[in-house]
């Protein structure tokens, strides 16, 4: 009988070199921590443009509390409705450029839920094989043909859609930005493909948005693509520094959500407080592009500064930067030693990637300094160096 199940697969963990503990941040999330007792840099954080701690959204939070109270009491279709989801959804929209947006609870909700949703038992769902697992866990919730692409590849994307019924319906679903290498999908190309082969394209933008794009609205906005996407999702959780998720598309894919995603419908909504600092968080980002800028700064001088200490970055356009190791141990050696002289970048191993390409996944926010930056890129080279005389 498995009856000693959890002690198992414990030990098999510590086995594989799998094993995960929780870190305790004391104080606030900036682009240093306290982390376990100690003050690091933080390189390990989506909080990119710095506003998971900014006045602007404190302020916003006490005084939807005051004004609303605690608590939404209900979802969204019982009486947990309020004023500032509406409002909330006019934003994005704004942002975006669609006809509507709706708000989930979290990114993992949205994407379990709408794939689910638009996809059943008998359709095909084509998926990038570096998509987050929240569309990994959607797509396995449908029930639908799950055919997994290798990274990028528009040729076997291709061959996908030929090879489907003429009747089949169709869904491609992938990450604009992605979470764990930092590149991005040949868009442009995937919607051609989409509209040639009659398939619904839907993105997920969560490391994009407030990035990249017109006033940070992503990479769909920057490549002109809105009219031609059917489903952009985003968190509001990275560089938004607040919580929740974003869906933005027509007013009938809002309709349809809201009448049959069960991830929207069966969950308590999100309270004010943190709706209103959603809502200033966006307000911000538009209002100061210079985050950005800074952003885009800090994401240059990091990358070519490790480059020149000869470390290589895969394919990263962005803020998140790969650095591979490949063995999972080794990476989290790395990663400790990089700890040790203050630096936290975290060591991420499978299954979050693909097994032997475990990494460092390195993120730049806009309010690293010079002085943080320099403190990094010397911790690197002084990993790099010990584990040279090993
Ligand atoms: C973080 C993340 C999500 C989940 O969003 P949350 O709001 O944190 O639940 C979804 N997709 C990708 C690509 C992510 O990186």
Redesign the pocket.
């Known amino acids: 009988m498995p009856i000693n199940y959890i002690q198992e697969e414990l030990e098999r963990l510590k086995r594989e070199g799998l094993y995960r503990k929780l870190r305790r941040v004391e104080g606030e999330q900036g682009p240093t921590l306290i982390l376990d007792g100690r003050e690091v840099l933080n390189l390990s954080s989506?909080n990119y443009l710095g506003l998971a701690n900014h006045p602007a959204l404190r302020e916003a939070a006490k005084e939807a509390m005051d004004r609303y109270g605690c608590g939404s009491g209900a979802s969204r279709l019982i009486s947990g409705n309020m004023t500032l989801h509406l409002e909330l959804e006019e934003k994005v929209a704004a942002l975006k450029g669609t006809e509507a947006a709706l708000v989930f609870n979290?990114?993992?909700?949205?994407?379990i839920g709408i794939i689910s949703l638009l996809a059943g038992e008998g359709d095909l769902i084509l998926s990038d094989a570096l998509?987050?697992a929240?569309?990994i866990d959607g797509c396995r919730l449908s029930r639908a043909k799950i055919a997994v692409y290798p990274h990028c590849d528009l040729e076997q994307i291709e061959a996908g859609l030929k090879k489907a019924p003429a009747k089949t319906r169709k869904l491609i679903v992938t990450?604009t930005l992605?979470?764990m290498d930092g590149d991005e999908a040949p868009l442009v190309e995937i919607v051609d493909l989409a509209e040639r082969y009659g398939a619904m394209v839907m993105v997920?933008e969560?490391?994009a948005t407030g990035v990249t794009g017109p006033n940070g609205a992503g990479v769909v906005a920057k490549l002109g693509l809105v009219d031609r996407v059917l489903v952009q999702m985003g968190?509001?959780?990275?560089a938004l520094g607040a919580?929740?998720?974003y869906v933005a598309g027509s007013r009938e894919l809002r309709e349809l959500l809201i009448n049959r995603c069960r991830s929207f419908i069966f969950t308590t909504s999100l309270p004010p407080a943190v709706l209103a600092m959603a809502i200033a968080a966006i307000d911000l980002s538009v209002k100061e592009p210079q985050r950005r800028l800074a952003l885009w700064h800090n994401c240059r001088a990091l990358r070519e500064g490790l480059k020149s200490l000869g470390f290589s970055l895969g394919q990263s356009q962005s803020q998140i930067l790969p650095l591979i190791i490949g063995d999972a141990e080794k990476c989290m050696d790395f990663s400790e030693r990089l700890l040790g002289k203050g630096v936290f970048a975290q060591g991420i191993r499978p299954p979050t990637v693909p097994p032997g390409t475990s990494r460092l996944r390195i993120t730049v926010m806009a309010t690293h300094t010079h002085e943080h930056l320099h403190h990094a890129l010397k911790a690197f080279e002084e990993v790099k160096n010990e584990n040279c005389k090993m």
């Open positions: 989506n979290s990114g993992y909700q949205a994407n998509n987050h929240s569309i990450e992605f979470s997920d969560a490391h968190t509001l959780g990275k919580f929740g998720a």
